[in-house]
Every structure is written in structure tokens, then in C-alpha cells.
């Protein structure tokens, strides 16, 4: 069974920072490109991140580029997403996601989920 | 910014068909997929390239595209479909990727 992990979320101050990790199980993690992914009521879904499966190959949704940071670990089954100057518009339930299968064809797809880490940006 | 349009919501009795709809300028050469998102649970996809199910996923849901509208259609809603359904595309660049606002679905 494919299972998916978020950990990290918490409460940071508007302009701090803040590292999410993910490890996947279940499945060949080195295999698969994974996607990090937000909630908030706010403004719903929007897709943040993607990395390939070696981690060579990342895009970012504008909103983030130049402040988030996507990496991963294969040796320990594990993504990262290395978050700075976190605003109010930040604030969300993050989720990473695994990949379809055809991220370096420019086709986003998220076939397994896990159940989310929620950031909260506050003073 | 590029945007999916979805209905807000979407109410059917049980057994009817329930047809929600997804536009956007760049469908007719784009892709979309559909997820579904019940109550304090992380989306699922059901359809993925317009038409494809995944594993595991019910006949019931089937998925269409014609110009610039995507359709998730679920043939004989039941009550365990009540959730909310979310559409995912990019737009004619494929720069940017984008969900729809989501429909609610209701069945009763």
C-alpha cells in the first residue's frame, strides 16, 4: 500500500521559516517524481511544487519561486520543502503527493496523497 | 492567471447521473484530471487525461472533454459519492497549473 507521511507544519511568524518533509512508503520512492500541494480555505487547491525522481529536475508554482525550496532523499525514502518569508497568504494544510508517472512530460498528475501538515503564519 | 471554472455545487438523488463541469480556455489542448476530496480526507484522483480511470476507481465515473469544457460524469449516484470534486489542468504554455474552485456534490 502506497503511504505517504507529511511532517513539520507548526506555527511561524509572518517572514520566518519553516522545513515540511514527506516519506513515502510502499512504493519504489526512487521511482516517482512528488508533487507538494496546498489547501486553505482561502484559495483552495494549488499545486506548489514538483521534483523528478532524482531530484535533479524542480518547478514551482510562481507564488513560491525565489522562497521554497524542493529536495529529496532517496536513500531515506524521503521529500523536503524548505519554506522562507512565509506570509499570511502561506497559511495552509500541505500535502505531498506522488506523480502519475509523466512529470518530466510536463503532464501533473497526483495518484496517491498523504493526509497533510498544516502551516499556520501568525505573530 | 489562468483559471477552471467549476460549479459551486450540485445536487441528485440517488441513482441519477451527475454531470460536473470544469472550463477553461486551454482545454481543448490540454489535459484534465479530476479529483475527488470527501470530508476531512485528502483528494483522490478518479480520472486522469480526460477520460482514463485509475485502478480501483468505480465504472460509475467516467470523464469527457469537448472545447473548452471538461465533464465527470458519475452514472447511478450513490450517497458515498457526496464530496467535493475538483478539476486540474495547465494552461496553453504549461506554465501554469491550476485546480478549479471545486463543486460540491450532494446526493439525496
Known amino acids: 500500500e502506497v503511504k505517504l507521511v507529511e511532517s513539520g507544519g507548526g506555527l511561524v511568524q509572518p517572514g520566518g521559516s519553516l522545513r515540511l518533509s514527506c516519506t513515502g512508503t510502499g512504493f519504489k520512492f526512487e521511482d516517482y517524481a512528488i508533487h507538494w500541494i496546498r489547501q486553505s480555505p482561502r484559495k483552495g487547491l494549488e499545486w506548489v511544487s514538483g521534483?523528478?525522481?532524482?531530484?535533479?529536475?524542480?518547478r514551482y508554482a510562481d507564488s513560491v519561486k525565489g522562497r521554497f525550496t524542493v529536495s529529496r532523499e532517496n536513500a531515506k525514502n524521503s521529500l523536503y520543502l524548505e519554506m522562507s518569508d512565509l506570509s499570511v497568504e502561506d497559511m495552509a494544510l500541505y500535502y505531498c503527493?506522488?506523480?502519475?508517472?509523466?512529470?518530466?512530460?510536463?503532464?501533473?498528475?497526483?495518484?496517491?496523497w498523504g493526509q497533510g501538515t498544516l502551516v499556520t503564519v501568525s505573530s | 492567471s489562468y483559471e477552471l471554472t467549476q460549479p459551486p455545487a450540485l445536487s441528485v438523488s440517488p441513482g441519477q447521473t451527475a454531470r460536473i463541469t470544469c472550463s477553461g480556455d486551454?482545454?481543448?489542448?490540454?489535459?484534465t484530471y479530476w479529483y475527488q476530496q470527501k470530508s476531512g480526507q485528502a483528494p483522490v484522483l478518479v480520472i486522469y487525461k480526460d477520460t482514463n480511470r485509475p485502478s480501483g476507481i468505480p465504472e460509475r465515473f467516467s470523464g469527457s472533454s469537448s472545447g473548452t469544457t471538461a465533464t465527470l460524469s458519475i452514472s447511478g449516484a450513490q450517497v458515498d459519492d457526496e464530496a467535493d470534486y475538483y478539476c486540474f489542468s495547465t494552461d496553453s504554455s504549461g506554465h501554469q497549473r491550476v485546480f478549479g474552485g471545486g463543486t460540491k456534490l450532494t446526493v439525496l
Open positions: 503527493a506522488k506523480d502519475g508517472g509523466e512529470f518530466s512530460r510536463g503532464e501533473y498528475s497526483f495518484d496517491s
Open positions: 486551454a482545454l481543448p489542448k490540454k489535459y
Open positions: 521534483i523528478n525522481a532524482n531530484g535533479d529536475y524542480t
